[in-house]
């Protein structure tokens, strides 16, 4: 059964910094992984979806990776703003299975 | 506009009274999925389709039910068997194409006293 974690669950940066959030997963033959931002109260938003035949996927200041042999991938974002506070979670797909297993999700505080 | 619903936002119930949360989505995806969110906890699923009149059963099924009389709609019903049903309810679809990408509804927050 696949699991996944995110590390570390909250982090905090100044304006305008580059970061890197991680996620890892135990199962290898995945069919796909999702990343979401979730607002406080409010539903999940897709950011970026990378299928398991990719390494990486991009869209704007987001950049996803996926390194199946290792089970991790990671969420870049670029020149941070106060806007992009948020909880990301990672999502990924086990072997045979189209359905999702989620980490906990990282808490982004972007300071101005 | 395309997207999902869910309604109500906000719902709160009695103890031992069933109730239903509804979700529609206008993307004509053929699956649609539940999950309930706790907090410090990631998302668990409960119940999905992938097709009209058919549902399976997520990781916590008990204490729920689901029906797929429309492509559109898959309403939940929480039951008076759900032991811990105070949660945040959310709803998604996705394609059954090669990415199988999910979109989630707003969420319906469902207290029990």
């Known amino acids: 059964k696949q699991e996944v974690t995110q590390i570390p669950a909250a982090l905090s940066v100044p304006e305008g910094e580059n970061l890197v959030l991680n996620c890892s997963f135990t199962?290898?033959?995945?069919?796909?992984l999702q990343w979401f931002r979730q607002d406080p109260g409010k539903g999940l938003t897709s950011l970026l979806l990378?299928?398991?035949?990719?390494r990486e996927q991009t869209s704007g200041r987001l950049n996803a990776s996926l390194d199946k042999s290792s089970g991790r991938s990671t969420l870049y974002i670029a020149a941070s703003q106060p806007g992009d506070s948020a909880t990301y979670l990672c999502?990924?797909?086990?072997?045979?299975?189209?359905?999702?297993?989620f980490g906990k999700g990282t808490k982004l505080s972007v300071i101005p | 506009d395309g997207g999902i619903t869910q309604s109500p936002k906000y719902l709160f119930r009695k103890e031992g009274q069933n109730v239903t949360l509804s979700c529609e989505q206008n993307l004509n995806h053929d699956a649609m999925y539940w999950y309930r969110q706790d907090p410090g906890q990631g998302l668990r699923l409960i119940y999905y389709s992938q097709i009209v009149n058919d549902f399976q059963k997520g990781d916590i099924a008990e204490g729920y039910s689901v029906s797929r009389e429309k492509k559109e709609s898959f309403p939940l019903t929480v039951t008076s068997a759900q032991k811990n049903p105070t949660a945040f309810y959310l709803c998604a679809s996705s394609p059954q194409d090669i990415s199988y990408e999910q979109y989630f509804g707003p969420g319906t927050r469902l207290t029990v006293t």
């Open positions: 999502a990924a797909s086990g072997a045979g299975s189209y359905q999702l297993t």
């Open positions: 199962d290898s033959a995945i069919y796909n």
């Open positions: 990378i299928q398991s035949s990719q």
